[in-house]
């Protein structure tokens, strides 16, 4: 059974560092990975996916990294700024379900 | 385009009454998805549509739920004699086959 962990469970950062979030997961036969925003009391917000052939994704100060031997991704993030607080969401999907398994979140605050 | 939209927005219902959610999902995206979002367990997947047909229901968590989707459109998740424990965020996620899923709003249920 797919297992997927986010280390850290909360960051608090000030404005202007980077940063990356961590998340790990214990099936490596993995069709492609996700990563979600999630504002509070609102739906996830799909950030980069990553197809179980590539490396690394980039979207602006975003930047998706894959390394599925040793079920690992990375999210890093650039000079971020107070708008860039949400829970950060990675979900694994295995294929042959189509489901996505989340993780638990990482809550990231970027203080002013 | 429009996203994926989810009726109604928040739901409180007294327990043992029937709810009914409806998932609107991206013009054209043939795979449809039902999550839970709680306090305790995070994110889990309940049940996906192929088309009209539902190839993994593995999610249900008892026989009172319940979901369909006609013209390779619409989805209803119906959950009959509501329990306390059914209360959650219910989201709907959709795609173009097994690809990037994309998440509406949520409805919040409540059971009181």
């Known amino acids: 059974k797919q297992e997927v962990t986010q280390i850290p469970a909360a960051l608090s950062v000030p404005e202007g560092e980077n940063l990356v979030l961590n998340c790990s997961f214990t099936?490596?036969?993995?069709?492609?990975l996700q990563w979600f925003r999630q504002d509070p009391g609102k739906g996830l917000t799909s950030l980069l996916l990553?197809?179980?052939?590539?490396r690394e994704q980039t979207s602006g100060r975003l930047n998706a990294s894959l390394d599925k031997s040793s079920g690992r991704s990375t999210l890093y993030i650039a000079a971020s700024q107070p708008g860039d607080s949400a829970t950060y969401l990675c979900?694994?999907?295995?294929?042959?379900?189509?489901?996505?398994?989340f993780g638990k979140g990482t809550l990231l605050t970027v203080n002013p | 385009g429009a996203g994926v939209s989810q009726s109604p927005s928040n739901k409180v219902t007294e327990k043992g009454k029937d709810v009914e959610l409806r998932c609107d999902p991206i013009?054209?995206?043939?795979?449809l998805y039902w999550y839970r979002q709680s306090l305790g367990q995070g994110l889990e997947f309940l049940i996906y549509?192929?088309?009209?047909?539902?190839?993994?229901k593995s999610g249900l968590p008892s026989d009172r739920f319940s979901a369909e989707r006609t013209g390779g459109s619409v989805s209803t998740l119906t959950i009959q004699r509501t329990q306390q424990e059914d209360s959650a965020v219910y989201l709907c996620?959709?795609?173009?086959?097994?690809?990037?899923?994309?998440f509406g709003p949520g409805t919040r249920l409540t059971v009181t």
């Open positions: 013009s054209g995206h043939t795979a």
């Open positions: 990553i197809q179980s052939s590539q």
């Open positions: 549509f192929q088309g009209n047909s539902a190839p993994d």
């Open positions: 996620a959709s795609s173009l086959f097994i690809n990037e899923q994309y």
């Open positions: 979900a694994v999907n295995g294929g042959s379900n189509y489901k996505l398994t």
């Open positions: 099936d490596s036969a993995i069709y492609n």
